[in-house]
């Protein structure tokens, strides 16, 4: 069962879209969204992290500028929605977020977050600022230089408070290889397992099955990774 509720932020409502497994949930997932808003690509992931057994989420993190669903390519209506990012407006979004699974009885050991594209840098972040169970990103940039008025992900590496598994593909033009490499090497000295794994033939957005950058074999290696990574990390209680 999936619906969309909201829940009060430092500067209103955000909706949250929210995916029910069948039967007692494993753990939560909150799933943050790629630069084209809360979109049917990104419900249908929230809902497979459902059928896997999670109480999944994904908050409308466009909610402070209309809250649009936007076209993959349409970069000129996205640039300004992602420019209007805060730091602080993501923190408060996350906060709602997990305040809301905590009331349905999922405390920080039980939530885990994924993230993909703009999302995968937001996990990231939650991953370095809150101690939760788990932390997926799928092609996060900010690597080497920060967004969203947030420090670099090679600052913020060695403070990860969250098992950090990192997704990326070679083949990704705004990702250099090199800057992925130097993500490794700054996680690798967190006081937290993390990873990185690295998909030769795959570009940005390579796991998104509604792009033509989807690559089908470094998706599906990808969502089975994400699944293992929670299924080790998530506390079952």
Known sequence: MATTLRVGTNDGEMAIYDAEPEGPARAAVVVIQEAFGVNEHIEDVTRRFATAGYRAVS?????????????????????????????????????????????????????????????????????????????????????????????????????????????????????????????????????????IVRYPEAGHGFHCDARNSYHQASATDAWQRTLDWFEQHLSAR
């Open 59 to 195: 908050p409308h993190l466009f909610h402070r500028t209309g809250d649009p669903v936007l076209d993959y390519g349409n970069f000129e209506k996205v640039r300004p929605q992602m420019e209007a990012l805060t730091q602080t407006g993501l923190l408060s979004d996350l906060e709602a977020t997990f305040g809301h699974l905590a009331t349905a009885g999922f405390g920080p050991s039980r939530v885990g977050v994924v993230g993909f594209c703009m999302g995968g840098t937001v996990s990231f972040l939650a991953a370095a600022r809150h101690g939760l169970g788990a932390a997926v990103t799928f092609y996060g940039g900010g690597i080497a230089q920060g967004r969203f008025g947030m420090p670099s992900l090679v600052e913020m590496a060695p403070s990860l408070k969250t098992p950090w598994l990192g997704l990326y593909g070679d083949l990704d033009p705004s990702i250099p290889v090199e800057q992925v490499e130097s993500l490794r090497e700054a996680a690798a000295r967190a006081p937290v397992p993390t990873e």
